[in-house]
């Protein structure tokens, strides 16, 4: 079980917009910053979003981050195919002292 | 162009010993905190250890078997895995913390299989 929880799966039609949860707890999310990765077939995760709702350069404004209390979600509009993946939130943990991640969600693009 | 290139793994005996290499290149190592994390087969992301300017951290899963280091002279990262377990078996990663954001990881190298079996 993975300290943070997200759905295994989502999916959504080409040019939908899908959300995916990111529930902690006070000691990850709740006071610490969440970061989103995305990992496609094969390859090493990539950073999609970082400090709750930052894009790095290069990432499309079509994702999107947000963070409430201790949950976060992260928003991908206009859907296509090529962001069939699979999705990771993470964040620091205070009482673990460590990195802790979920334990990600498959998007499938119908 | 900033890459990081893991090498060293391979299949390895329970109890046995590893010692895993990320040559890094188009930045300066020492400059950042860098990360080493796993996957292991058709499993989700597990974050190993980071090493910062002053701060080392693990995961309770390796805490007491794994060192992570750097030489800055080679501009890499290691990660010493001793009294290997099947469970330590996965892709391992090295990563490096992006500076504006808080333990975000902007660059990953391609990873490198460690099998723990015998």
């Known amino acids: 079980q993975s300290v943070l929880t997200q759905p295994p799966s989502a999916s959504g039609p080409p040019g939908q917009r899908v959300t995916i949860s990111c529930s902690g707890s006070s000691s990850n999310i709740g006071s610490n910053s969440v970061n989103w990765y995305q990992q496609l077939p094969g390859t090493g995760p990539k950073l999609l979003i970082y400090s709750n709702d930052q894009r790095p350069s290069g990432v499309p404004d079509r994702f999107s981050g947000s963070k409430s209390g201790t949950s976060a979600s992260l928003a991908i509009s206009g859907l296509q195919s090529d962001d069939e993946a699979d999705y990771y939130c993470?964040?620091?943990?205070?009482?673990?002292?460590?990195?802790?991640f979920g334990g990600g969600t498959m998007l499938t693009v119908l | 162009e900033v890459q990081l290139v893991e090498s060293g793994g391979g299949l390895v005996q329970p109890g046995g010993s590893l010692r895993l290499s990320c040559a890094a290149s188009g930045f300066t190592l020492f400059r950042y905190n860098m990360n080493w994390v796993r996957q292991a087969p058709g499993k989700g992301l597990e974050w190993v250890s980071y090493i910062g300017s002053s701060n080392i951290y693990y995961a309770d899963s390796v805490k007491g078997r794994f060192t992570i280091s750097r030489d800055n002279a080679k501009n890499s990262l290691f990660l010493q895995m001793n009294s290997l377990r099947a469970e330590d078996t996965a892709v391992y990663y090295c990563?490096?913390?992006?500076?504006?954001?808080?333990?975000?990881?902007?660059?990953w190298g391609q990873g490198t299989l460690v099998t723990v079996s015998s």
């Open positions: 993470a964040a620091w943990d205070d009482s673990l002292n460590g990195v802790v």
């Open positions: 990563a490096r913390d992006y500076p504006s954001g808080w333990f975000s990881f902007d660059y």
